[in-house]
């Protein structure tokens, strides 16, 4: 059901950041660049994409759980179950937040959404591709008192969806309200890695949950929210934005001596270290006044990449739609197809030749599987003008990419960590 509101939502989502840019623009303060932009909807993508094949995790354990250890089956269509049951999912919700900022293991899910140095709509589309891993346990309590699978489905959603608009700074103070729900001021300060505000500001929807327990703290003029995390991502992969901190994880549980501290590296607090391991591979020290990552690009190559993007963003919304009549096999080919495009998309706004190549054969293996097999993975057989279409496309998109980006196949690139 996620996947189809979502993607009924997305021309709205679109809509609403077309309109946040162009009054950043009026005001001259725009709070958007192309490439920071197009990796947060990129991880929007990815999550919902891995999404489709993590459905058991998600609401299938939550429905196991409702059937044998529900306490009360509640009724679907009580306005009470409703009302009651937004607020519980809200308080399990800032709990989920707050561990995800106080727990090793989950940090390294949620800080996708925290990667952006920008702040804006598009970062509210920003999500982890492995939340679902862990996230379903801090939903048990729903379970257990019977909230039907439907209620707790839909309560999931609109959590999910009020949070987008508060992801702008085009939206000042709102007063009264400010002391009552999550605000876009309120949220601000969630995103911020300065002292002052680090750590603070978890809740959904009601902001009453960060006053009862204490994290609760307001945005000040005299104090600009910085944006990002403590160890910055420098980078426009959506892979390696998922995968970033389960590595520092795993190298620093590896290298750790004491049985303990390898253990403990999991549930210890974000940005603690074993002492053996922090003493041999120090880490870079924190600079709130660092430089935003921004490779330069030509105003050709952004032209290319946001085409591409939109084309991938396009098969998306497809996939999303088609995923349930397509055969597995195919909606995972599907699905790689799609991750593969938003990866490499990523690597060359960031400059790096090898995904020139990368790029090229993708758009090689696009034409030729259409022209061999005549349907798009399985999911629609297509005309012979389709199929040119395609073809064309891919053909004109390898003369675009050679001619924008042959310069940069003769260099060697800045160094990359992935």
């Not at 809509?15 to 990796?39: H, K, M, P, S």
Request: hydrophobic share 50%; net charge positive.
């Amino acid at each position: 059901m996620q996947e189809k509101v979502i993607t009924l939502a997305t021309p709205v989502f679109f809509l609403l950041i077309f309109i946040e840019l162009i009054v950043g623009l009026l005001r001259q303060r725009n709070t958007y660049r192309l490439n920071d932009a197009i990796n947060s909807i990129s991880l929007g993508v990815l999550s919902q994409v891995s999404g489709v094949f993590m459905q058991m995790l998600r609401v299938g354990i939550y429905a196991w759980l409702v059937s044998h250890i529900g306490l009360f089956k509640l009724p679907a269509d009580s306005i009470w179950v409703w009302l009651s049951g937004l607020l519980l999912y809200d308080l399990c919700y800032y709990w989920l937040h707050r561990y995800g900022h106080e727990v090793n293991v989950l940090w390294a899910a949620h800080v996708v959404h925290h990667q952006s140095e920008d702040y804006n709509l598009s970062t509210a589309l920003r999500q982890t591709s492995s939340g679902y891993l862990l996230g379903w346990i801090f939903y048990v309590p729903l379970a257990i008192l019977g909230y039907p699978v439907e209620v707790f489905a839909a309560l999931a959603l609109i959590d999910l969806l009020y949070q987008f608009w508060v992801h702008t700074q085009q939206i000042g103070k709102l007063g009264w309200l400010d002391r009552v729900l999550v605000t876009p001021s309120n949220h601000r300060v969630h995103h911020g890695v300065n002292d002052i505000y680090l750590d603070k500001n978890y809740g959904g929807i009601l902001i009453l949950w960060d006053r009862l327990f204490g994290t609760f703290i307001e945005e000040r003029d005299q104090d600009p929210v910085v944006y990002g995390t403590r160890s910055p991502l420098r980078s426009w992969n959506p892979i390696w934005a998922n995968f970033e901190v389960y590595k520092v994880l795993w190298l620093d549980s590896w290298r750790a001596r004491n049985l303990g501290d390898k253990l403990r590296v999991w549930f210890a607090a974000p940005g603690w270290r074993p002492a053996d391991v922090a003493e041999k591979w120090p880490g870079a020290p924190f600079d709130i006044a660092r430089p935003l990552y921004h490779p330069q690009l030509s105003r050709a190559a952004q032209v290319y990449c946001l085409l591409q993007f939109i084309i991938l963003l396009l098969a998306t919304t497809h996939f999303l739609a088609a995923q349930v009549t397509i055969p597995w096999p195919h909606g995972l080919a599907y699905a790689i197809w799609l991750v593969a495009g938003l990866w490499i998309v990523g690597g060359l706004m960031e400059m790096r030749p090898r995904y020139i190549a990368l790029e090229a054969l993708r758009l090689a293996v696009t034409g030729a599987g259409v022209v061999i097999g005549k349907v798009w993975f399985g999911a629609v057989s297509l005309s012979p003008l389709v199929q040119g279409v395609v073809v064309s496309v891919s053909l004109v998109s390898m003369i675009a990419l050679w001619l924008i980006f042959k310069r940069l196949s003769t260099m060697h690139g800045h160094l990359s960590h992935q």
